[in-house]
T-cell receptor, first 108, second 115 residues
Framework: GIQVEQSPPDLILQEGANSTLRCNFS?????LQWFHQNPWGQLINLFY???GTKQNGRLSATTVATERYSLLYISSSQTTDSGVYFC??????????FGSGTRLQVQP | EPEVTQTPSHQVTQMGQEVILRCVPI?????FYWYRQILGQKVEFLVS????????KSEIFDDQFSVERPDGSNFTLKIRSTKLEDSAMYFC?????????????FGPGTRLLVL
């Protein structure tokens, strides 16, 4: 099956800093979603982005499908951005395959 | 904005007991999914469901698991005889028409603890 690798595994930032999270995948994809898992365990949909670039406030994402990676940018980070960020993809099946996540801690 | 809802938010059960986790997908969605996340691990696919039958399932989804759409709004996951290793967060998701290239919307999860 498709492999999904996320980096870095852990990231500590000071409030106000910017960061880039990366997701590499091993095959062409039909669906790519970025999620934020908050401290209560809820998965919050950030982006559906199998290709191209999208922005939503301080967050933006870019997927370069031909090179099989996606980037999530967080600008002017806030303590509420803390949590785990997951990338998930699918190819020939509808089932999403998740990466192992990037654990982000934003310190005040 | 329409949301997927799940009940209960937390459930504690004894090993060997049956549990039923409930989900209400977004109303006009046709494809439904269950995923689980063991504490500290990645989210894993269990099963997808369309038109009252299982569409895909993973190797995790063995005979102790079953899914059902008992009425026009609910979607349930039953675990017949729970094991300690079933302790996890269970997420329900739904998508509009079930094409591979569309957003899956996730519920808030049910945290299951098997003692």
């Amino acid at each position: 099956g498709i492999q999904v690798e996320q980096s870095p595994p852990d990231l500590i930032l000071q409030e106000g800093a910017n960061s880039t999270l990366r997701c590499n995948f091993s095959d062409s994809v039909n669906n790519l979603q970025w999620f934020h898992q908050n401290p209560w365990g809820q998965l919050i949909n950030l982006f559906y982005i199998p290709s191209g670039t999208k922005q939503n406030g301080r967050l933006s994402a870019t997927t370069v499908a031909t090179e099989r990676y996606s980037l999530l940018y967080i600008s002017s980070s806030q303590t509420t951005d803390s949590g785990v960020y997951f990338c998930a993809v699918n190819t020939g099946r509808r089932a999403l395959t998740f990466g192992s996540g990037t654990r982000l801690q934003v310190q005040p | 904005e329409p949301e997927v809802t799940q009940t209960p938010s937390h459930q504690v059960t004894q090993m060997g007991q049956e549990v039923i986790l409930r989900c209400v997908p977004i109303s006009n969605h046709l494809y439904f999914y269950w995923y689980r996340q063991i504490l500290g691990q990645k989210v894993e696919f269990l099963v997808s469901f369309y038109n009252n039958e299982i569409s895909e399932k993973s190797e995790i989804f063995d005979d102790q698991f079953s899914v059902e759409r008992p009425d026009g709004s609910n979607f349930t996951l039953k675990i017949r005889s729970t094991k300690l290793e079933d302790s996890a967060m269970y997420f329900c998701a739904s998508s509009e028409v079930g094409t591979r290239g569309e957003t899956q919307y996730f519920g808030p999860g049910t945290r299951l603890l098997v003692l």
